[in-house]
């Protein structure tokens, strides 16, 4: 799963990576840098807005802002955003929460980078311990693009809009799997076209843009518990943790992946 995810750049170089061609963001909903994003949070998100009668065409990249926990628009209210920050790239296509998202509102997230949790060893008849986390990023440095759906939603004919995304998982790929059995899908830079393109996509190409990303697109490191608490907030939060003889050491992750 994918519950926690850094944001820290500027909207400038999201523009410049995604190959943004409109900013709607009003002031209130620029965000700052930030490290620990949960869900129901607001993030940003790039989709293509397509012109009227031109549902063949690329359509521009416009980006936005979005609660975090898809909220489809048959929904009785925003509450059951808490339960859809992830959608399960297995099943999406059988899913009503978002099979019709997956057909036509597609969303790339950009991202820092990403925690995941490890369980901690269990000792000779005891329960394991405290999970550990971990941060996973890009690693050439840029930015990540994952893979997301939106729906729109409101509480009545007079309400205002409200846009929510969900965060696409998939299987662990070698990097990933000593930590969990899932992660977001991170989309190569050559599918972003493809995912933002609408209509529905064959089967084949749904399934390669879905995929694990290659094991060399992420390093991946230990970092510190206070990131376990979701209030928590800074730089800090993503910085590598020290060795040391009372930490664990990240022995079981590839030894080229080691910060």
Same mark, same amino acid.
């Given at each position: 799963?994918?519950?926690?995810?850094?944001?820290?750049?500027?909207?400038?170089?999201?523009?410049?990576?995604?190959? $943004?061609?409109?900013?709607?963001?009003?002031?209130?909903?620029?965000?700052?840098?930030?490290?620990?994003?949960?869900?129901?949070?607001?993030?940003? @998100?790039?989709?293509? $807005?397509?012109?009227?009668?031109?549902?063949?065409?690329?359509?521009?990249?416009?980006?936005?802002?979005?609660? %975090? +926990?898809?909220?489809?628009?048959? !929904?009785?209210?925003?509450?059951?955003?808490?339960?859809?920050?992830? !959608?399960?790239?297995?099943?999406?296509?059988?899913?009503?929460?978002?099979?019709?998202?997956?057909?036509?509102?597609?969303?790339?997230?950009?991202?820092?980078?990403?925690?995941?949790?490890?369980?901690?060893? !269990?000792?000779? +008849?005891?329960?394991?311990?405290?999970?550990?986390?971990?941060?996973?990023?890009?690693?050439?440095?840029?930015?990540? +693009?994952?893979? +997301?759906?939106?729906?729109? %939603?409101?509480?009545?004919?007079?309400?205002? %809009?409200?846009?929510?995304?969900?965060?696409?998982?998939? @299987?662990?790929?070698?990097?990933?799997?000593?930590? =969990?059995?899932?992660?977001?899908?991170?989309?190569?830079?050559?599918?972003?076209?493809?995912?933002?393109?609408? @209509?529905?996509?064959?089967? @084949?190409?749904?399934? =390669?843009?879905?995929?694990?990303?290659?094991?060399?697109?992420? $390093? !991946?490191?230990?970092?510190?518990?206070?990131?376990?608490?979701?209030?928590?907030?800074?730089?800090?939060?993503?910085?590598?943790?020290?060795?040391?003889?009372?930490?664990?050491?990240?022995?079981?992750?590839?030894?080229?992946?080691?910060?």
């Amino acid at each position: 799963m994918c519950g926690r995810f850094v944001a820290s750049r500027p909207v400038e170089e999201i523009v410049e990576q995604f190959a $943004v061609d409109e900013v709607r963001l009003p002031p209130e909903l620029l965000p700052g840098p930030r490290f620990n994003i949960a869900p129901q949070d607001q993030v940003l @998100g790039v989709r293509a $807005v397509v012109p009227e009668g031109a549902e063949a065409a690329p359509g521009e990249r416009r980006l936005g802002a979005y609660r %975090w +926990g898809l909220v489809p628009s048959w !929904a009785k209210d925003l509450r059951v955003g808490s339960r859809a920050f992830n !959608a399960r790239a297995e099943s999406l296509a059988e899913r009503p929460m978002f099979r019709s998202a997956l057909e036509r509102r597609r969303l790339i997230i950009p991202a820092d980078a990403f925690y995941e949790w490890q369980p901690s060893p !269990a000792a000779a +008849g005891r329960r394991p311990g405290r999970k550990r986390p971990w941060c996973f990023k890009a690693a050439d440095g840029r930015l990540l +693009g994952l893979a +997301g759906l939106y729906a729109l %939603w409101r509480q009545g004919p007079e309400s205002e %809009w409200v846009t929510t995304c969900t965060i696409i998982t998939t @299987g662990a790929n070698a990097l990933m799997a000593p930590v =969990h059995d899932r992660m977001p899908v991170v989309l190569a830079p050559e599918g972003y076209e493809a995912w933002l393109a609408p @209509g529905k996509l064959a089967g @084949g190409e749904l399934a =390669h843009l879905l995929s694990p990303p290659p094991e060399d697109l992420l $390093v !991946a490191y230990r970092v510190g518990d206070e990131v376990n608490s979701s209030r928590a907030e800074g730089p800090q939060l993503a910085e590598p943790l020290e060795e040391s003889s009372s930490e664990p050491s990240p022995s079981s992750l590839p030894a080229r992946r080691r910060p």
